[in-house]
């Protein structure tokens, strides 16, 4: 596979200038001979559908909510960095590109994190201008804070909800677009495949989910902005309906996938409580701030903990990492929270969630100082678990809620399909092993406001694309195949709901390619994986029409797409011996428990090519080189 | 605990629908309003039935997705409160609960509890945004915004779009969410330029897609799941006013 990342020559810091002047343009008045497909309209989606739309071409963008400002971006918390260096502090874009590639310990492509970098700041201006009500002091003017994996205060935020505030100002943009009539809107239609034609990405085929019709849409060039996988987990942090879907399908079509096991883990969520769970709620990290992390020093210790004496409670973090505690990076401590769990000694129900203690915090500071930094957060917890944590620790457990890993993209957001674009969490490009918070509502309007637009006219321009209309044979012939799967799916005649199945493998990819993965493990699950899809095929049971609204019918269109993609996510776990960033090998790791590197075998992107059903995909190399950054040992010591 | 649900049925759009009872037994008082459904959705697939349709997505009460009508109720009885974030042991054992879809002639049931809430995005599509392009902005704090202003805008932008102001209405008014939308704006000096447009534009759009007046009882304010203040609603109507007068 030719994996030719077309990185412009020169200095990096004159890469993204000296390409946006060698790019080719198209005319304004020949702009609107050409129709862009833009799926999914999260932070990525909706800028660029609304930014290609305005700069005059025609788009059509989709979505499978009932409204394009429902998609996941909106659940972020915490805030969006941008290198504005607002508050004097030394902040630059060379300092936020290094952290970007420090934090995803050294295994992003550096060209395109320097342009991320780069593009920052107009991303505030942007969002400002267009009404997003960010933070301020009482100047008047913007308010910043500070972010894990970074010394300086470049986080803007709107309250506990800036991915809600900037995706209604990207949705707004949206909306306009489509009042003006140069944006059709697809609401409630998810896209089950892509149409290539003579090698490039052509249309797609999608189904209504209200009246359940297969149909194709055309066009010069398809944008897909379609989320994570972090649901391959089944209980994440994710929305329910967050699928891989698109992703897998176009890998199926010829797409590349990059880093599939770049996963990262958050150790600070509300645990789950039963087998009905449906979904985990993260909480800010800052809590581990005051909150003290113990567990029974017994196993299968079931007294409450106020019955449980300060000699026989494990403070895990304190004695197993003195000098940072219960501040110890958020991987050891998920692994240490883990470990004790998987010793028998965690709390609550199901026995998986150790204690986060603000009692000292309490009687040293006062219980006023406790909830005026975390009022908010506590409220929340005791929403979800009616326990009150100024009186009963908090119990907490660490929990899947992003992916780094995602389709393969060149510097100009091109998969390894002519024509077939990615953009934000879908792709793989700019986090490397681990994502700093912060990051990914930067990276996806980024890629929506600032870097597509400029990119797909060069496509455009560079390549002479006849009309492809839905007429065409290759239309006819996957939207054949999408049928015929569908109709799989609706007479497997068996009895396990996809609910159960789904379940089951967020079981398997959890405990063996989860927090801390091991060879015997994956290997394991390499075995596991192909034997639950072969027994879905046979067993699963579904209920209504595939010509009506049928929840169940996506529900087992996605869980058989994941059941695929887990396969790939094991192997690739199981390829990368290194441990880096997110991904934790347990052979591969210093004496204290800290990631281990392996420069030397692993300073690359692993990507992987379809290469039919029942074959092994077959493993690409993109090799990383560092031309501005020294490679070091990730260390917040 | 056990409990009795009443969930409302309905096929399709044009099918006339009626409650239809089921008993649910083993509820645990952890489980989120959601979660319990789907245990009974679960169960209703293993005996071969259709299980009950009804919209939910992010389920940590941001996205607006959920929308149900409890015991008469949007989103349940708890203020400041979405359907998702909706415990159990609110409830007691034995309980009977009325789950309903959004009732407004301009959210026409889909299927079940789904409703069709697209006149919501039309409402914005008519001015719910500042006219900007993307590039060729001013830097960002090149524009200062007293406090006091940034933060009612923001009171006004937490609005999630679910339509509970628009069940919880006797006339099904939607003046709560189009105040919200047209305040966010009001108050910042961004939104000044097309003020008088947005706010006419908008309450049009709002009429014309079947939404009631509003008599101001502030039912929507009650329901509001992030407590959007009723004086956006009194600012808009300052503004629309204002509009009508003087364009």
Known sequence: ?637 | MKLTLRIWRQKNPRERGAFVTFPLADVSEHMSFLEMLDVLNESLIDKGQEPVAFDHDCREGICGACSLMINGYPHGPLPATTTCQLHMRHFKDGDVITVEPWRARAFPVLKDCVTDRSALDRIMQAGGFVSVRTGGTPDANALPIRKKEADLSMDAAACIGCGACVAACKNASAMLFVAAKVGQFAHLPQGQAERKERVRRMTGQMDKEGFGNCTNTYDCEGACPKQINRRFIAEMNRDFICAELTE
Not at chain 1, 96 to 104: E, I, N, P, S
Not at chain 1, 519 to 534: V, Y
């Open chain 1, 1 to 637: 596979m030719n994996l030719d990342a077309k990185i412009p020559s020169g200095p990096i810091q004159e890469k993204w200038d000296k390409h946006r002047f060698e790019m080719k343009l198209v005319n304004p008045a020949n702009k609107r001979k050409f129709d862009v497909i833009v799926v999914g309209t999260g932070l990525a989606g909706a800028s660029a559908a609304a930014s290609l739309a305005e700069l005059g071409y025609n788009v059509e963008a989709f979505c499978f909510n009932d409204s394009a400002r429902r998609a996941h971006s909106i659940a972020a918390q915490g805030g969006i960095n941008a290198a504005k260096n607002y508050p004097n502090d030394g902040d630059s874009i060379e300092r936020l590109f290094y952290d970007t590639v420090k934090g995803g310990d050294f295994r992003a492509r550096e060209a395109n994190v320097y342009r991320l970098a780069q593009v920052s700041s107009a991303i505030i201006d942007q969002c400002v201008a267009q009404g997003v009500p960010f933070a301020r002091e009482y100047g008047g003017l913007l308010d910043n804070r500070s972010f894990g994996g970074a010394q300086v205060s470049r986080t803007f935020y709107a309250r506990g909800q800036t991915g809600q505030q900037l995706l209604l100002g990207a949705y707004g943009a949206l909306m306009r677009q489509v009042g003006l009539g140069t944006v059709k809107m697809h609401v409630r239609t998810e896209m089950l495949d892509v149409v290539v034609v003579d090698g490039r990405a052509r249309g797609i085929v999608v189904r209504d989910l209200t009246t359940g019709e297969i149909r194709s849409h055309a066009a010069d060039a398809v944008v897909l902005a379609t989320g994570g996988y972090a649901n391959v987990f089944y209980l994440s942090t994710n929305a329910k309906a967050c699928n891989v879907t698109a992703g897998e399908r176009a890998y199926k079509r010829g797409a590349a996938f990059a880093n599939p096991c770049f996963t990262p883990i958050h150790p600070t969520c509300i645990p789950r409580s039963g087998d009905y769970q449906s979904k985990l709620t993260l909480m800010s990290e800052s809590l581990r701030n005051d909150g003290r992390g113990w567990v029974p020093k017994i196993r299968g210790d079931r007294r409450s903990p106020a019955q449980i004496p300060e000699s026989e409670r494990d403070y895990y973090l304190e004695r197993k990492y003195p000098s940072y505690g219960n501040l110890a990076p958020r991987d050891i401590s998920s692994r240490a929270a883990k470990e004790a769990c998987d010793d028998g000694r965690g709390v609550g129900p199901g026995g998986y969630g150790v204690y986060l203690d603000f009692a000292d915090a309490i009687g040293r500071l006062g219980q006023n100082v406790i909830a005026e930094r975390y009022g908010n957060l506590f409220e929340m917890y005791e929403r979800i678990t009616g326990e009150n944590p100024y009186q009963v620790p908090m119990r907490i457990y660490p929990a899947p809620h992003y992916a780094m890993g995602g389709l393969w993209v060149d510097y100009n957001l091109m998969s390894t399909i002519e024509g077939l674009h990615v953009l934000g969490e879908a792709n793989f490009s700019d986090h490397g092993a681990n994502r700093l918070g912060a990051s990914a509502l930067m990276q996806g309007l980024a890629d929506g406001y600032f870097i597509i637009p400029y990119t797909i006219g060069h496509y455009f321009a560079s390549n002479k694309l006849g009309k492809v209309k839905t007429d065409h044979a290759e239309f006819k012939r996957v939207e054949a195949e999408v049928r015929e799967r569908i109709k799989r799916l609706t007479t497997a005649n068996g009895k396990r709901t996809p609910d159960s199945f789904h379940r089951e493998l967020g079981k398997i990819v959890w405990e063996k390619c989860g927090m801390a993965r091991n060879e015997k493990g994956l290997k394991e699950a390499l075995q596991q994986i192909p034997a639950l899809r072969e027994e879905f095929w046979k067993n699963l049971k579904l209920t209504g029409h595939s010509d009506d609204y049928n929840a169940v019918l996506e529900h087992a269109g996605r869980v058989a797409d994941f059941l695929e993609f887990a396969e790939l996510l094991c192997l690739d776990a199981l390829m990368r011996t290194e441990s880096c960033g997110g991904h934790f090998r347990e052979e591969s790791q210093m004496a204290d428990g800290e990631a281990k590197r392996d420069d030397a075998g692993f300073s690359h992107a692993t990507v992987w090519e379809y290469a039919g059903a029942d074959k092994a995909p077959l493993l690409n190399k993109e090799p990383l080189t560092f031309e501005t950054v020294k490679l070091a040992v990730r260390s917040y010591k």
